[in-house]
């Protein structure tokens, strides 16, 4: 009794502790609690975006157009009368913040599940996963005219390219781009000496330039004074695409048109400020490295409203070189190249932040691209096409049908294409290139992602992989491995048994657990042992939970996978499939009886509750149905009591046996593929195909590639975290369709919610 009441007394400290901070709390502070409570509720009821699929067992395939179509309801929903996709629902679509599509050029599931380890972020963040055929040249074939290419340049043709003829074929360090004297004279850039100039501010260190000379991007708004053309804004940005300066000045003479329409100037903007031309110059001569090289396009009229001489420059209007003297506009090239909108007619006047870092980057792939690879993107065909089509001009309301062309270019309506049409703007970053990615253009295209993004409707990122990784007879060693790495999951050995054994009967007894492909005596022991080989990896296991250790044919067995280089992580990677996100809520079940009938099987089901869904595969030659199914349950709870209900009945001597699933739906489906077309195990068509390469050489491509797997997991781990809330983001395993190789592509779906907290770290 008393430790009791001293148990009483010790808590009433606590108590009254507690009365006193609940006092009330000052107005202001009760008024802050009380917005941030409303605000939490709010989050809590908020209705945010979301997927939610159907998808299982055969249907986990799908094809380039109902992606295409998921993807156009996605980006322009009901409005713009895209369908709804059946396959997979899009909840609260207009929630989207945007959408964002990640081609990894060449790559295919064979890739996903041969380095399934390797992409940790992907298989822990991107939850809906989706089968596809081989495709290649999926943004040729689909994005419509934003992202196709142009008509190739034959040999000759490549040779009369005024680029190539100017620069030759071969890249070039940055100080060959630079403006010679002669070529700044003749295009009217302001020089030391020119009666013109005399009173310009100088910036010429006699530091010359070299290929490590660090890159300044300059572009500059300008309006008409009494004294001509003066500057009322000036934008810098470093090689690296930051704004490093970024200033409104107020011109000396009086302003007779501020030009608002391209400047975005207008009278009001320029009423407080208090910069003028000379401060400007004052803080540019102090920001500029003595060996800096400005980049700009018609970078003349630029340094002239500055009234300053800088001898290191690159013109981007004169570097991508044109025949009688023409010039591209930046508009156009920004298009054309990088793949991205400028300038757009929606805006009011240019933003010459936008500008200068588009000039940098058109420099930066110049150079790191080379003259030949601008030559072939035939930008003058591009041009020209355009320009015949009416490209510049938009469709009036007449050409409209609810704001998308009447008349589409294909059957299916090319989504860039509409976009377009209707000014939402769209990012088309990257692509596939004959050299090979560094580390540096992966981070340049992940920066420029992250900085772009957020203001577009589309954003198609394509990461080009290493063309040392699209070697054919790596393909086929990647195929060749991955099924000898199943091929050995997917056996099991048996014994010891007595002299004279049944195979018959062992067959029976090992097939309770799931359909056998072979099973085989093992004559190389002491005592008879058996060789087993099921089809899917669920029936593996539970032969060994099961009969290990059991008596068999009056034998008491041992039941093991064969000890292999690879199954030495089979306990590893099982724990990473039974958790993966295309096995929550699933179950496997064997020892199923043949039926004709759904009411059959349904008898044989009926006692498990809140059952959603039955794949049960099927014999693709006599089309019947094997002995074992895959249930699907709504949440793991209801699986995981499915699961002990069997198991319970097992124990009392039902006919059903069950654990979890293992072996993702795209896996099997794949496997069940390679089976048809390939036998069984690894055929020697693969084994040949590989053994074309020597084989240090192919171990060494293969953890090369290893290696930019996990690299390119990190990439987009990066990509995620740093994109908007409520984006829904594709990853796109294109696969490939060359007659060398064809291999089914792979796409994985996500919505961003950072209320679910950050993605898991990747180590």
Request: net charge positive.
């Amino acid at each position: 009794m008393a430790a009791a009441i001293q148990a009483i007394k010790r808590k009433r400290p606590h108590e009254d502790d507690r009365i006193v901070e609940e006092l009330p709390l000052p107005k202001k502070k009760r008024k802050l609690a009380e917005k941030d409570a409303c605000q939490k509720r709010h989050e809590a009821t908020e209705k945010k975006p979301r997927l939610s699929a159907e998808a299982f067992g055969e249907d986990c395939e799908i094809s380039y157009d109902q992606l295409h179509e998921f993807l156009q309801y996605a980006t322009l929903g009901k409005g713009q009368n895209a369908a709804k996709p059946r396959w997979c629902r899009i909840h609260h679509q207009r929630r989207l913040t945007g959408l964002v599509v990640v081609v990894l050029h060449e790559l295919s599931q064979l890739h996903f599940y041969r380095f399934y380890m390797q992409f940790k972020h992907l298989r822990k963040t991107f939850r809906h996963r989706f089968s596809l055929p081989p495709l290649s040249g999926f943004t040729e074939a689909r994005w419509g005219a934003g992202v196709t290419e142009n008509p190739p340049l034959s040999r000759e043709e490549l040779k009369k390219d005024p680029v190539i003829q100017k620069y030759g074929e071969e890249r070039r360090g940055l100080s060959s781009y630079i403006l010679t004297p002669e070529e700044m004279r003749r295009y009217n850039y302001p020089l030391e000496g020119s009666s013109d100039c005399s009173h310009f501010v100088s910036i010429c260190h006699n530091v010359p330039p070299s290929d490590d000379s660090p890159l300044f991007g300059l572009d500059c708004e300008m309006c008409i004074t009494d004294k001509g053309s003066e500057l009322t804004r000036i934008s810098v940005v470093d090689a690296s695409g930051q704004c490093v300066m970024d200033e409104l000045v107020k011109p000396s003479s009086p302003i007779r048109n501020y030009l608002t329409r391209y400047s975005g100037i207008t009278e009001k903007l320029l009423r407080s400020v208090k910069t003028r031309l000379a401060d400007v110059q004052a803080r540019l001569k102090s920001l500029l490295p003595p060996d800096a090289v400005l980049v700009g396009h018609s970078l003349n009229f630029d340094l002239r409203a500055l009234e300053m001489i800088h001898p290191n420059v690159i013109d981007t209007s004169l570097l991508f070189t044109r025949r009688g003297g023409k010039r591209f506009r930046l508009k156009f090239l920004a298009e054309a190249v990088l793949r991205k909108e400028i300038q757009r007619t929606d805006q009011e006047g240019h933003d010459p932040t936008e500008d200068a870092t588009c000039a940098l980057q058109l420099a930066q792939f110049f150079m790191s691209q080379g003259p030949r690879k601008v030559a072939e993107l035939n930008l003058e065909a591009r041009w020209l096409e355009q320009n015949q089509a009416g490209g510049s001009k938009k469709p009036t309301l007449t050409e409209l049908k609810n704001g998308i062309p009447k008349q589409a270019r294909t059957p299916v309506q090319r989504l860039l294409d509409a976009l377009l049409s209707l000014s939402q703007k769209r990012l088309l970053l990257g692509g596939q290139s004959d050299a090979s990615p560094d580390s540096n253009q992966h981070e340049q295209i992940l920066q420029q992602a992250l900085e772009e993004i957020p203001g577009s409707s589309l954003s198609v990122i394509q990461v080009p992989s290493d063309p040392r990784h699209l070697n054919p007879h790596l393909a086929a060693h990647l195929r060749a491995k991955l099924r000898t790495k199943l091929d050995d999951m997917l056996t099991v050995y048996a014994g010891p048994f007595r002299k004279g054994l049944c195979l018959k009967a062992l067959k029976r007894t090992f097939e309770n657990y799931g359909h056998i492909r072979s099973i085989s005596v093992v004559m190389e022991t002491l005592k008879p042992h058996i060789c087993v080989q099921y089809e899917v990896l669920e029936a593996a296991e539970l032969a060994i939970e099961n009969l290990n250790g059991a008596e068999v044919a009056g034998s008491s067995i041992k039941v093991q996978r064969p000890i292999t280089e690879m199954t030495l992580d089979w306990e590893t990677l099982l724990r990473q499939l039974e958790t993966d996100a295309d096995n929550e809520g699933v179950i496997y079940v064997a020892g199923l009886e043949e039926t004709h009938r759904e009411a059959d099987w349904q008898a044989q089901l009926g006692f498990l509750k809140d059952l959603k869904a039955v794949f049960r595969p099927r014999d693709p030659r006599s089309g019947r149905e094997r002995n074992y199914c895959f249930l699907k349950f709504p949440t793991v709870g209801s699986a995981s009591v499915a699961l002990q209900t069997i198991r319970g009945q097992a124990a009392r001597g039902g006919k059903l046996h069950s654990r979890g699933a293992v072996m993702p739906p795209h896996l099997h489906r794949w496997l069940c593929h390679e089976n048809q077309n390939g036998g069984c195990p690894a055929t020697p068509q693969l084994l040949r195909e590989a053994g074309r390469q020597p084989k240090e050489q192919l171990f060494a491509l293969e953890q090369d590639l290893k290696g930019a797997m996990k690299g390119c997991d990190r990439w987009i781990r990066k990509l995620y975290r740093g994109l908007p809330n409520h984006t829904l983001c594709l990853v796109l395993f294109p696969g490939t369709d060359r007659a060398s190789r064809s291999l089914p592509g792979f796409c994985l779906l996500a919505v961003k919610d950072n209320s679910n907290g950050p993605a898991p770290a990747s180590h």
